[in-house]
């Protein structure tokens, strides 16, 4: 049976910048690249290519030696110009100069009707050689499913109430064929529910609209109330011992051309966002794909961040970077390298605060939009006790004693506590609220990690 599910915990950042529904004229990327460390969990990375070596988009190009089934292959079409490392030969990306015209390997093609009679086994094995598998994501841990898993669940959240996130009806707009295919392989690899969260007393986007094999939740409420992470945890819980895995919805489309066309197609619509860019507008690219010429030449000044995802979770990348594998948008804000004496006394409506503290006064302009800088206007220190933590997290979980149990490695606590509902992205709100300047989303990873592999 569907919920409807009000949330009054949270906090909306509301940003400048938010890209207007139309595409952008921008140049088309040259070069893509895989990142190994977009996949968490990766343990033992291959990589199967040599510089120099042609590929088409679908050919595979790395795997895990922990889960050889599951193949990382190749965004576009071209030639392997650098396989980048670091230090003691850690693998850092696999770059690609994109042919002009991109090609696609072939795989097995299905119909409609074919999918429904689909078997656990070939759905599975086209999903791994395919290259979508990395798409879906477990919980706990936050990590790449295994294969030989069977989840309690799948999730999909179909909206995103992080900063400047891009609209859904627009990204995916005429994509309702291959989301409801993605949809029908989906069912095969669970005995429970397909859910689609949707956003309550908003209109629904066509991609969801009629959409068959799932069940609807429907959520209100500001930010965290688009994570899947908060769907799970009100919908269908992790006990230990449990998994559900996750998805989004350019995984789904992404799973049904797979299975329709027979083809790895890793197009994708991007939000360009953000203050600082001169046209924050959508930007039609690859999985991968190199930001600079979204970012080269739509500056309106020099000293800025680029930020491959939104701005509580994302990445900081270089102008010439590489948009993340689960990335849907980059973010331009300014740089705030600098140092304010006493900034936060100062009267001002101008910089936005969850708190009513002296000086700022942004809670008397609650829909104002902000220019914020990456200055996080102080330093780290102890943890206060002001239950701010949770109210902005919808979940029954105490995030404060949950992040003491991580730093003491009390295992027994942090189970207690709920370690197996979270990922970063679910308290991520908590480090922008939190008056000590704790890297809360770096705690909660080593938390995972302790639990995980002990």
């Keep these: 049976m569907s919920k409807t599910i009000k949330l009054k915990k949270g906090f909306d950042i509301k940003l400048a910048g938010k890209a207007d529904k139309q595409l952008g004229d921008f140049n088309r990327a040259k070069t893509f690249a895989i990142k190994p460390a977009d996949f968490i969990g990766m343990q033992r990375p291959k990589v199967t290519v040599n510089e120099g070596d042609s590929v088409k988009a679908g050919t595979?190009?790395?795997?895990?030696?922990?889960?050889?089934?599951?193949?990382?292959?190749?965004?576009?079409?071209?030639?392997?110009?650098?396989?980048?490392?670091?230090?003691?030969?850690?693998?850092?990306?696999?770059?690609?100069?994109?042919?002009?015209?991109?090609?696609?390997e072939s795989f097995e093609k299905f119909t409609e009707s074919s999918l429904k009679t689909l078997s656990k086994e070939v759905a599975i094995a086209q999903l791994c050689k395919g290259g979508v598998w990395p798409q879906l994501i477990q919980r706990p841990f936050g990590i790449v499913a295994n294969p030989q898993d069977s989840p309690k669940s799948i999730f999909i959240s179909g909206f995103d109430t992080h900063p400047l996130a891009p609209d859904y009806a627009f990204t995916y707009k005429g994509e309702e064929r291959y989301f409801q295919a993605g949809v029908l392989v989906l069912q095969k690899l669970t005995s429970g529910k397909v859910h689609l969260g949707l956003e309550l007393d908003s209109?629904?986007?066509?991609?969801?609209?009629?959409?068959?094999?799932?069940?609807?939740?429907?959520?209100?409420?500001?930010?965290?109330?688009?994570?899947?992470?908060?769907?799970?945890?009100?919908?269908?819980?992790?006990?230990?011992?449990?998994?559900?895995?996750?998805?989004?919805?350019?995984?789904?489309?992404q799973i049904g051309k797979l299975f329709l066309e027979g083809r790895y197609d890793a197009s994708k619509i991007v939000a360009v966002t953000g203050s600082e860019a001169m046209k924050a507008?959508?930007?039609?690219?690859?999985?991968?794909?190199?930001?600079d010429t979204l970012v080269n030449g739509n500056l309106k000044k020099d000293h800025i961040r680029v930020v491959s995802g939104n701005v509580l979770t994302g990445e900081k990348i270089n102008n010439d970077g590489y948009l993340g594998y689960y990335a849907n948008q980059i973010t331009i804000l300014p740089e705030g390298d600098y140092y304010e004496f006493l900034g936060w006394m100062k009267p001002?409506?101008?910089?936005?605060?969850?708190?009513?503290?002296?000086?700022?006064?942004?809670?008397?302009?609650?829909?104002?939009?902000?220019?914020?800088?990456?200055?996080?206007?102080?330093?780290?220190r102890a943890f206060v006790q002001t239950g701010v933590f949770e109210s902005v997290t919808p979940m029954d979980i105490l995030p404060v004693y949950l992040l003491k149990a991580i730093l003491a490695e009390d295992f027994d606590e942090m189970e207690e506590l709920g370690i197996y509902e979270v990922v970063e992205e679910d308290l991520a709100l908590c480090e922008f609220v939190d008056v000590?300047?704790?890297?809360?989303?770096?705690?909660?990873r080593k938390g995972i990690d302790l639990i995980q592999y002990s």
């Design 203 to 253: 209109e629904i986007a066509p991609v969801f609209a009629n959409v068959q094999g799932v069940q609807v939740n429907k959520f209100s409420g500001p930010h965290p109330a688009g994570n899947v992470g908060i769907h799970i945890h009100h919908v269908d819980p992790i006990n230990k011992g449990e998994i559900v895995w996750t998805i989004s919805p350019f995984g789904v489309i």
């Design 60 to 104: 595979p190009i790395l795997f895990d030696k922990a889960m050889e089934s599951v193949q990382y292959v190749a965004p576009v079409s071209g030639e392997i110009v650098e396989i980048k490392r670091g230090e003691k030969r850690k693998l850092l990306e696999i770059k690609i100069l994109a042919d002009a015209e991109i090609s696609f």
């Design 436 to 444: 000590s300047k704790h890297p809360v989303q770096e705690i909660i």
């Design 281 to 291: 507008l959508y930007a039609k690219t690859y999985l991968g794909a190199c930001v």
């Design 348 to 380: 001002t409506s101008e910089k936005l605060s969850y708190h009513r503290a002296l000086g700022l006064l942004s809670f008397l302009k609650p829909n104002k939009e902000y220019v914020l800088d990456t200055n996080v206007r102080g330093e780290e």
